[in-house]
């Protein structure tokens, strides 16, 4: 029976028990583990020895020991580091989006960079001969050889420059192989020192030892000896020159391509990917796991699928990062905190394995509409990647390459020579979508394709060539459901148009003021935040204050109430970008002059009158082209943010950067 033969228990059959301990032990034996966890997994078999086979524990035991043989603790899928296969394949699955791309090649290049490193290895010896044997020997298993003829030129050496391994012999002139190893760990820790001597004996071995030699080799040398304790030196040094997996957070609307961008970048890498969701998760062991005090006690999702994965490196997706919920059972956000730092997820401890499991080489990609609702910690630890919404061009160019051909497929059209006119995919982007993504677009093309389906086997037709121009559109679809044509609207006192950055991208925003009767009350309705509030108040308070200067008179608030409402009551809205608007709203309201209708405002109004820049300046002008507005108003520091917009939307309009509200009056008011 082996190691287990001793357990013997009177109501239980001892072979059968027996036996399943012989096969845990063998499953641990070929789970190839770290030397740390399979000695703590023939401790759990220890102890399970000692457990009656009808206790709770004995269960639980056995569980735990299957699942930690069941990790791949040491299986890994081999990344493809071709960057023109990589290049190819991102280009072939999504339209646009170069920072991104540019960001997922950056990290192939350094991952070929690293692998391609050669490690710095130091060769002291006062022997001529065996150093330029040493040496030859070295240098043939790739590694930098640097020489040095005795003790003193090897810690010379050593202070001029870093070196990974450093290989010494004991007994030279001037300095000793000791001095030698006590100079390399000073300098490094982390530098490994192979100690050759024909002078060995036990206690030189061991004071080496004990002061941080790798090993203690004995003359006469054998050199496959000294080749492979040179690998295991190096092993983990190796190990370190594998780039980290990087943490990245695409932000931006939804429809914008988060999602499939992520299984492309997978692919292009060769690595198994796993989706988790964030959204609405509110139990900190769904992240950390459960402790072992009950039978259905489970690890976290992040360790259940890299189990289910089989591989220690794949590429994560945390869905949804700012929807994460929180209550009594904890803050899943504060959990993500030790998963998502290089510096602690190397020894990540799960509460149901209650052992680290290195997490580095994992890639996580994290997706988000908004950073707002992501607490600073968390976010500090994420390289943000934004990805803004889709000029009308790009929209009609993905939906000719890559929406009409899937949706085409799906219907089951294939058989037909289906096309679509430019003016119908048009048609279906301005008038019958409103989005920053493509989501909606895709929806309505499937749906033509689905109607023009049924036509088909209701007629039982057999047509060959179909085209889509802007009247089937219609006929299919219905009466158009969006109106953008802003400029043809008629200008009013107090309505001011302003832009606004939310989780479905930028949109426009009508300001409304207007004053009556009153008890000298700021009115402000249409579900507002805190900030924006602060924004009314302080817009009202700096026309007061510079009253005169707008030729208004000083007591027009006394005796009168003012009402700022922003239509679509039951959306929340919040940020510092309306206070420009907020404040062209009232002094139009006040000087009885209207706003021009194909002008919009963004920007942030202090009680000096100075304009602050904001953010999501590209969506923001992307939502007043839609919505045909010609001039655009943003603050003076914003300037930069407008080289990553498209030169063709700029010139559709004009663009006004100023940091001073005088300005922004001539330009607004008639």
Known sequence: MGIFSKWHDPEHDDDTVSSDMEKLHDTVLRANMPPRIEKAALREIEKLVKTNTSATEYTIGSNYIEYLASLPWNTFTEDNLDIDRAQKILDEDHYGLHDIKERILEYLAVRILKLSCRHNVLLADDDETARSNLEHVLSREGYIVSCAAGGDEAISLLEKKRFDLVVTDLKMKGADGLEVLEKAKAMDPSTEVIIVTGYATTPTAVEAMQKGSFHFLAKPLQLDELRETSKKALAKKKTELSAKGPILCFVGP???????????????????????????????????????????????????????????????????????????????????????DHTQNSHFIDNYLDLPFDL???????????????????????????????????????????????????AGLSGHSLTFTPEAVRKIVREYTREAGLRNI???????????????????????????????????????????????????????????????????LFIEATIMKGKETLILTGSLGEVMKESAQAALSYIRSNAALFHINDDFFDGHDIHIHIPAGAVPKDGPSAGLTIAIALL???????????????????????????????????????????????????????????????????????????????????
């Open 442 to 508: 895709q929806r309505q093309l499937a749906a033509v394709c689905r109607k023009l389906a049924r036509e088909i086997v209701l007629h039982d037709q057999e047509i060959k060539k179909i085209e889509i121009t802007g009247e089937l559109v219609e006929k299919y679809l219905g009466p158009r459901r969006y109106f953008f044509e802003l400029a043809d609207d008629t200008e009013r006192i107090g309505v001011a148009t302003g832009l606004a950055l939310t989780e479905a991208g930028g949109q426009i």
């Open 588 to 670: 139009s309201l006040l000087t009885r002059r209207p706003v021009r209708r194909d002008v919009a405002l963004t920007g942030e109004l202090t009680l000096s009158g100075r304009v602050l820049p904001v953010s999501g300046i590209r969506d923001k002008i992307l939502a007043a082209r839609r919505a045909g507005v010609k001039t655009v108003i943003l603050p003076l520091l914003n300037t930069a943010d407008l080289k990553e917009i498209p030169e063709e939307i700029l010139q559709d309009m004009k663009v006004v950067t100023t940091n001073n509200i005088s300005k922004v009056i001539d330009l607004a008011l008639r």
């Open 254 to 340: 939804p429809g914008t391509g988060k999602t499939s961008l992520q299984r492309s970048i997978a692919r292009c890498l060769g690595r198994k990917f796993i989706r988790i969701s964030l959204a609405g998760m509110k139990d900190e062991a769904e992240i950390r796991g459960h402790r072992r005090s009950y039978v259905g006690a489970l690890p976290g999702r992040i360790i259940q699928e890299i189990r289910r994965a089989g591989s220690r490196n794949p590429l994560v997706m945390l869905d949804e990062i700012d929807k994460i919920g929180q209550d009594f059972k904890g803050d899943p956000a504060s959990a993500l905190l030790e998963v998502l």
């Open 360 to 410: 580095s080489r994992v890639m996580f990609i994290a997706t988000a509409n908004t950073i707002d609702p992501i607490p600073p910690a968390l976010l500090d630890r994420l390289e943000l990647l934004h990805l803004s919404g889709y000029t009308e061009e790009e929209k009609e160019k993905i939906a000719f390459d890559y929406l009409i051909p899937r949706q085409i497929e799906e």
